[in-house]
C-alpha cells in the first residue's frame, strides 16, 4: 500500500519503539534511542502544495478574526450596542480561542490531526456564514456565534504548524513555518478590507460574514484531496539532523545524561523563576494588550475623529461609510509584512555582535510605538494623517503554553472591552455630542499608549537575564 510520506525520502535503518514515535517533548523517556541515518533529499514538491493549503486556510482563518473590526460602526449601530458591549464581541473571541486551543493542542498529538482541522473548518465557517442571518433582536446570538468562531479557529491555528513542522527537516522548517506566519498580518489586514469592501458593494454589512465561508469550503476541499490523511510525525531526534545525515540523543554522549522527568507543577515552578521567561512573557502580553485593542477600535476612531473635523457627516443611514477600514486594512498589511521582515533581518545581524538582540528589538519597537501612539492620539482631532531560547526543551511546550495564556487572558481578550468601558463611561458623564464621543474613545487610548511603555520595560528587563537564563539551558 502507498505511504503518504514515502515521497519524502526518509529512510530509517533502526526505527524506534512505538512509545518513541510520539510527537512532542514526551518522547524516548529513559531509553537510549537508536542512531537514525536519515537521508537529505529536498522536500517534494506535494510537501509545498500542502504547506499552500495549510498557508492559505490560515489566511482565511485571520480574516475572519477581523471581520468586525472593519465593519464595526455598522454591527454597533445595527445591535444598538454602547462601545462596552461592542468591546465584548472580540473579548467573548478571545477568551473562547484561548480556552479552546490547550484542548485542540492536546487532541493534536494524540488523534488525526486532518480529520481535527476539517472539522474546525467546517466549524468555524459554518457559524460565521450562520451568524450573517441574526436579526438585532438577537445579539447576544450575535455574541455566541463570535465565540463558537473563536472555539473553531483555535483548531486549526494550534495544529496546522505541527503539519508544516513534521513536513520539513530543520533548514527549511524554520523558513515555511516563516511564510506560514506571515499570512497572519495579510489575513488581518484582508479581513478589514473584504468586510468594508462588501459592505461598500453590497449595501449590507451582513454579507461580509458571507464570503470567507465560501473560502473555507474551497479550503476543506484541498484539505480533504491534497493531506495525507496521516502525516508521520518526527520526534525531537528526527528534528535534530546532523551535517552527516545521521543523529544521536544527546543521552548517548559520553558524559551527557538525560535530565530525571518532571511534573507538569515543577516546570510551571522553574519557568516562575526564570527571568527572562517571566519578563518576556509581560512583554508580549503588554503588546497583545496594545494590538487587540487597536486592532479592535482604530477604524472607529478614526470615524469620529473625521465627525469632529466636519469631513463626514453622521451615519444614518443603513450602510455607513467604512473607508477607513480599507485603508486600516491596507496599512495592517504593508506594515506587518514590513515589520516582520525588518524584525527578523535585524535580529539575525544584530545577533552576530549583541546576544541580547532579540529583548533590545522588541524593547525599542515598543518604546517607539507607544511614543508614536500618543502623538497620533493627540493630534487625530486636526489630522487623520498622522495618525526566543532561553527555556529548557523539555518543558518548552509548557512554557508556550503558558505564554499563550497569560498574553491573551491579560492582554487581547481583554482590552478591546476595557477600552469600551472606558469610553461609555466617559460618555455619560459627559454631553452626548460627537465631539465627546470622539474624546471618550481618544482618553481610552491613552491607557494603550503607557502599557506600551511597560512593554518596552518588560523587554529591557528580560536583556538583563537572556543570556544568563539561555546558558542555562543549553546545559539541560
Known sequence: MHNPRAHEGTSLQSQPPPEEQNYGAAAAHG???????????SPAKRDYLIAAVLCYTNLINFMDWFLVPGILLDIQKYFKLSDGDTGLLQTVFILCYMLAAPVFGYLGDRYNRKIILGAGIFFWSGVTLSSSFISELYYRLFFLSRGLVGIGTASYSTIAPTIIADLFEEGKRTTMLSVFYIFIPVGSGLGYVLAAGMAGLT???????????????????????????????RTAAHRALSISGTIQVAAEKPGVHRPAKTTWCQDVISLAKNWSFVWSSLGLTAMAFVTGALGMWVPLFLYRAQLVQGTVSPCLQETC???NSLIFGGITIGTGMLGVIAGAEAARRLRKIN?????????????????????????AKTSILSTFYVVTPRRQSTAIALQILVSHLLGDAGSPYLIGIISSAIQTKN????????????YSFVVCAFVGVFGGAFFLLTSLYIEEDRKEAEQL
Open 31 to 41: 531509553r537510549r534511542a537508536p542512531v537514525l541515518c536519515v537521508s537529505r533529499k
Open 431 to 442: 454631553d452626548c455630542s460627537s465631539q465627546w464621543s470622539f474624546r471618550s474613545m481618544q
Open 203 to 233: 449595501g449590507d454589512w451582513h454579507w461580509a460574514f458571507r464570503i470567507t465561508p465560501c473560502m473555507g469550503g474551497l479550503a476543506l476541499v484541498l484539505l480533504i484531496l491534497l493531506v495525507p490523511h496521516k502525516t508521520q510525525r
Open 355 to 379: 546576544n541580547k538582540a532579540d529583548p533590545l528589538i522588541c524593547a525599542t519597537s515598543m518604546f517607539i510605538s507607544a511614543l508614536c501612539l500618543y502623538v497620533a492620539l493627540m493630534v
Open 321 to 323: 461609510n467604512s473607508s
